[in-house]
């Protein structure tokens, strides 16, 4: 158990964005994909959850850091090595819409991966293709049809079916049902953790709603700002949350039962969240943080294990 599938170490990813500006959407994020695992990854939006998936599945050249699958370092591979990594790692997109080309048929948007990877030829190509289908609960009568076609949940089955046709063992699937109708979400939260059995996939599950991603994550990472600030074991997240971060976000998720959300106490932070452009310097939290102290503003605190297999990157949390 816990064999680590992808290693993100120190990873980041900047734009440089209008004025010659450097905007640190990613900024040095480090953790373990363990194989069969889904991690969650959670945060407001812009914190740079979508950069971090995508730079991990390599649709983005990473500005610095490693990303090691299975030993193999991805930023110093070849072209060659690449394309066979890409076919190991794949994405399922937040809005299935606009993720799909309307002029294609399914057939052609399953199939697609299929024949840049050269799996499957001809006859056993379109066998291919109806098997996935029904893998992700279409059928074969969708085959010729074309995305607008169909439901929002049969559309986001279609991201599914085009990301597991070349047969990945890693997926990134970035909000996939929050484009969704919350009566089909739970459809496809389950279609994704049928497939994860099934088929012995890791996923990097991203989300900002952390009452969703508790129900789908074994662990959950925090970012904020382009950093993470926490990372542990889903329960133990939410059982005894360390940083304020965290612990801010918690409070702002509705419990159902009155009389515990009437004895949580909901804390409100202070001002916005700054812009990925002018970093605040130390921790970047610190300007809205609570319990904020002077060495908070000068230096950046470094993730670390302060309980076994609970990481916080917090100068105020002590080891116990
Ligand atoms: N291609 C790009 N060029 C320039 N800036 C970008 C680009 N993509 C993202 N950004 C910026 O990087 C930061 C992180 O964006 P990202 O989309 O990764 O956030 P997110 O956490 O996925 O947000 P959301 O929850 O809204 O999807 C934002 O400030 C965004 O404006
Ligand atoms: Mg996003």
New binding site residues.
């Given amino acids: 158990m816990n064999e680590t599938l992808i290693s993100v170490r120190d990873l980041k990813k900047y734009?440089t964005?209008r004025g010659g500006k450097t905007?640190k959407?990613v900024d040095g994020i480090s953790f373990d994909i363990h194989k069969g695992e889904t991690l969650g990854l959670v945060?407001?939006?812009?914190?740079?959850?979508?950069?971090?998936g995508r730079t991990i599945v390599r649709l983005y050249e990473a500005t610095g850091g490693e990303i090691i699958y299975k030993d193999t370092n991805i930023n110093k591979l070849n072209k060659k090595q690449l394309k066979d990594y890409t076919r190991h790692a794949q994405m399922i997109f937040?809005d299935p819409y606009a993720s799909l080309n309307p002029r294609m048929t399914v057939t052609d948007i399953v199939g697609e991966g299929i024949d840049i990877h050269n799996l499957y030829k001809g006859m056993e190509r379109q066998k291919r293709i109806y098997e996935i289908l029904e893998l992700v609960g279409l059928s074969r009568e969708h085959a010729n049809r074309f995305p607008h076609e169909f439901s929002g949940g049969q559309r986001q089955r279609i991201g599914v079916a085009r990301a597991l046709a070349i047969e990945p063992d890693f997926i990134v699937a970035?909000?996939p049902i929050s484009a969704l109708d919350v009566s089909i979400q739970a459809q496809v939260v389950n279609l994704l953790k049928d497939l994860q059995d099934e088929l012995d996939l890791t996923y990097l599950f991203?989300a900002?709603d952390l009452s969703m991603v508790k129900h789908i994550s074994d662990r959950v990472a925090v970012?904020y700002l382009g950093s993470i600030m926490e990372l542990t074991e889903s329960n133990e997240l939410y059982d005894n949350p360390l940083h304020p971060y965290t612990k801010a976000l918690m409070s702002a998720v509705p419990i159902p039962d009155p009389d515990i959300s009437r004895a949580k106490k909901r804390i409100i932070l202070q001002g916005d969240v700054p812009s990925?452009i002018d970093v605040p310097t130390g921790c970047k939290f610190q300007g809205r943080c609570p319990i904020a102290e002077d060495i908070c503003r000068v230096e950046e605190p470094a993730l670390r294990e302060v309980l076994p297999g609970h990481e916080v990157a917090c100068h105020m949390v002590k080891k116990p």
């Fill in positions: 734009f964005v905007l959407a945060g407001e939006s812009g914190c740079g959850k979508s950069t971090a937040q970035d909000e991203i900002h970012m990925p």
